[in-house]
């Protein structure tokens, strides 16, 4: 599966909805946040709490471009907790953070509109 930033692209094939359900999505609130220079593209290291369930984890994005470390601080956002860990360079990826492409293909992360307590599923 080709993952495509085009806003005009055809939707996927369609999931049953139990495949849908396999992919564990959470919101955490991110506690650190640091410039990632070695990273291919603009990215940024994260460290996000998912609460007592999932606890603390680490997350390479592709972020750099829209946001500053300093700025997501306390800031909520989603993420799929349930993929096998990741390198990213140097890194690991513990979660994929999740976000939209904006209209310069960056990355706009998405997050809930009220905070929610860290751990909630997306459903």
């Given at each position: 599966?080709?993952?495509?930033?085009?806003?005009?692209?055809?939707?996927?094939?369609?999931i049953?909805?139990?495949?849908?359900?396999?992919a564990?999505?959470?919101?955490?609130?991110?506690?650190?946040?640091?410039?990632?220079?070695?990273?291919?593209?603009?990215?940024?290291?994260?460290?996000?709490?998912?609460?007592a369930?999932?606890?603390?984890k680490k997350?390479?994005a592709?972020?750099?471009?829209?946001?500053?470390?300093?700025?997501?601080?306390g800031?909520?956002?989603?993420?799929?907790?349930n993929?096998?860990?990741?390198?990213?360079?140097p890194?690991?990826?513990?979660?994929?953070?999740?976000?939209?492409?904006?209209?310069d293909?960056?990355?706009?992360?998405?997050?809930?509109d009220?905070?929610?307590?860290?751990?909630?599923r997306?459903?």
């Amino acid at each position: 599966m080709h993952l495509t930033h085009d806003p005009d692209a055809p939707a996927a094939p369609q999931i049953g909805f139990d495949d849908f359900l396999a992919a564990d999505i959470r919101v955490g609130t991110i506690v650190a946040a640091e410039a990632f220079p070695e990273a291919r593209k603009p990215s940024l290291k994260l460290r996000i709490d998912f609460g007592a369930g999932v606890g603390e984890k680490k997350s390479c994005a592709q972020i750099a471009a829209n946001y500053a470390p300093a700025d997501l601080i306390g800031r909520q956002v989603a993420a799929v907790v349930n993929f096998a860990p990741r390198q990213t360079g140097p890194a690991i990826s513990e979660v994929l953070t999740l976000g939209f492409a904006d209209a310069d293909g960056n990355v706009d992360l998405f997050a809930p509109d009220t905070r929610v307590p860290n751990g909630s599923r997306l459903f």
